[in-house]
């Protein structure tokens, strides 16, 4: 298996704080997404960056990526007891569309 | 609206009897996929779909069954069943850019 991981497995921490998370994976790929999970529900996808970039923003969400090191980071700014739930992040093997999902970072958001 | 619907969302049976997970996506999107999610492994694919007739097998397909006779519908068949299939099950439509879309899930548990 190429299974991807998740670092911390899981982090708790105040609202107001912010959260980071981290992927590392093993193969070369074309783009790493990040997801999100509320308690055995369907997954809603947050991010997308692409191999050839570096950093990416969306709200309150920042991905940055190193594919020299094959890892990538989600920091969750001003977190809110809402952020609260389990993220993945999934890459593609390059060439293909075949999917690798980390194990996933508990988040918990205490207000 | 944009959505994937699996169907049933619980599922009991025993092992050996054959079953079917229906996933269908309203969004005309060309790829789909299935994922099996399990405690401690996050999620893992089982058969991806490029398109109609096209189906390609994930990282854990062993036991596992899919058709794209249709663009919308993605059927997940288990031939025999077995208590190690016990899982909590996704289906995921993508369009562009890479976005997977997921289905609510279905809990499905073979005694």
């Known amino acids: 298996s190429q299974q991807g991981e998740e670092d911390p497995q899981a982090l708790s921490i105040q609202e107001g704080e912010n959260a980071t998370m981290n992927c590392s994976y093993k193969?070369?790929?074309?783009?790493l997404q990040w997801y999100r999970q509320n308690s055995g529900r369907g997954l809603v996808h947050l991010i997308l960056?692409?191999?050839?970039?570096r950093e990416k923003h969306s709200g309150r969400l920042r991905v940055t990526l190193d594919t020299s090191k094959k890892s990538s980071s989600l920091l969750i700014t001003a977190s809110r007891a809402a952020d609260t739930a389990s993220y993945f992040c999934?890459?593609?093997?390059?060439?293909?569309?075949?999917?690798?999902f980390g194990t996933g970072t508990r988040l918990k958001v205490l207000a | 609206e944009a959505q994937v619907t699996q169907n049933p969302r619980y599922l009991i049976t025993v092992t050996g009897k054959k079953l079917t997970v229906t996933c269908s996506q309203n969004?005309?999107?060309?790829?789909m996929s299935w994922y099996r999610q399990d405690p401690g492994l996050g999620l893992r694919q089982i058969y991806y779909?490029?398109?109609?007739?096209?189906?390609d097998k994930g990282d854990v397909p062993e036991g596992y069954k899919v058709s794209r006779k249709e663009k919308r519908n993605f059927p997940l068949i288990l031939e025999s069943p077995s208590p190690n299939q016990t899982s909590l099950y996704f289906c995921?439509?993508?369009?562009?850019?890479?976005?997977?879309?997921f289905g609510p899930g279905t809990r499905l548990t073979v005694t």
């Open positions: 969004m005309n999107h060309e790829y």
């Open positions: 995921a439509s993508m369009g562009r850019p890479d976005e997977q879309y």
């Open positions: 193969t070369s790929i074309n783009n």
């Open positions: 960056i692409r191999s050839n970039e």
């Open positions: 779909s490029m398109n109609v007739e096209v189906t």
């Open positions: 999934a890459t593609d093997s390059y060439g293909t569309y075949k999917y690798i």
